[in-house]
């Protein structure tokens, strides 16, 4: 089956710092590609969608200029926390559409997730 | 406004029993997606089922049921003889057309705990 990965699985970084998420789909093309964000016991919540080639959709609250994204080839989108505090440190996960099935659903492959905690 | 209700926050069982777990959905478009994912303790989600708005018929995987029922809005889990490795949160989910493709809704997810 088609295969999402993520880099780094954990990272630890001092508050004020910026941290590049990165989201990769291994054997296959996507056009879109989704970030979540998973509080511990919580729920996913969308927080964008990464389009290749052109600017990401932030879902309602969303600081885009907290959180950059960046889908500059159909395989792989960056998800970068700038400036990253303590109530940034979250469970962050990506997902990609394959462009081959989408137009026969949203098939969507999850990423293994990035833990992040902020000091 | 799409939503997804899991009114279950946490189910224990032992062992052997069945399980089902609810799922109801809201949502005002025709064409919809209806998921239902597996977190275990690692984090991955895993991909358990996917049922389009068209298709009501009910699913069974292995031990693995799902009964769709437009009528109720739901979209309900069973297990059958839980096993331990089944310990996890599952999610249902809800994926409907938007412009420019498609959003997907996760529901708070149930915990399911399974005793030896």
């Known amino acids: 089956g088609a295969v999402v990965s993520q880099h780094p699985s954990r990272v630890i970084c001092k508050s004020g710092t910026s941290v590049k998420i990165e989201c990769r789909s291994l054997?296959?093309?996507?056009?879109?590609m989704f970030w979540y964000r998973q509080f511990p016991k919580q729920s996913l919540m969308l927080m964008a969608t990464?389009?290749?080639?052109?600017?990401?959709?932030?879902e309602q609250g969303v600081e885009k200029d907290k959180f950059l994204i960046n889908h500059a080839s159909l395989t792989l989108s960056t998800l970068t926390v700038t400036s990253a505090h303590p109530e940034d440190s979250s469970f962050y996960i990506c997902?990609?559409?394959?462009?081959?099935?989408?137009?026969?659903?949203?098939?969507?492959?999850f990423g293994p997730g990035t833990r992040l905690t902020v000091l | 406004a799409q939503k997804v209700t899991q009114a279950q926050t946490e189910i224990s069982v032992v062992e052997k029993e069945d399980v089902t777990l609810d799922c109801v959905y809201e949502?005002?478009?025709?064409?919809?997606?209806l998921f239902w994912y597996k977190q275990p303790p690692s984090g991955e989600l895993v991909f358990l089922i996917r049922?389009?708005?068209?298709?009501?018929q009910n699913e069974i995987s292995g031990r693995y049921s799902w009964n769709f029922q437009k009528s109720t809005s739901s979209f309900n889990f069973t297990i059958t003889a839980s096993q331990v490795v089944d310990s996890a949160v599952y999610f249902c989910?809800?994926?409907?057309?938007?412009?420019?493709?498609?959003?997907?809704?996760f529901g708070a997810g149930t915990r399911l705990f399974v005793k030896a």
């Open positions: 054997d296959f093309q996507a056009t879109t």
């Open positions: 989910a809800l994926s409907e057309a938007r412009t420019g493709g498609f959003k997907t809704i």
């Open positions: 049922r389009n708005s068209f298709d009501e």
């Open positions: 949502t005002r478009d025709t064409t919809y997606y």
């Open positions: 997902s990609a559409r394959d462009s081959e099935t989408s137009g026969i659903g949203d098939t969507q492959y």
């Open positions: 990464s389009n290749e080639g052109s600017k990401a959709t932030y």
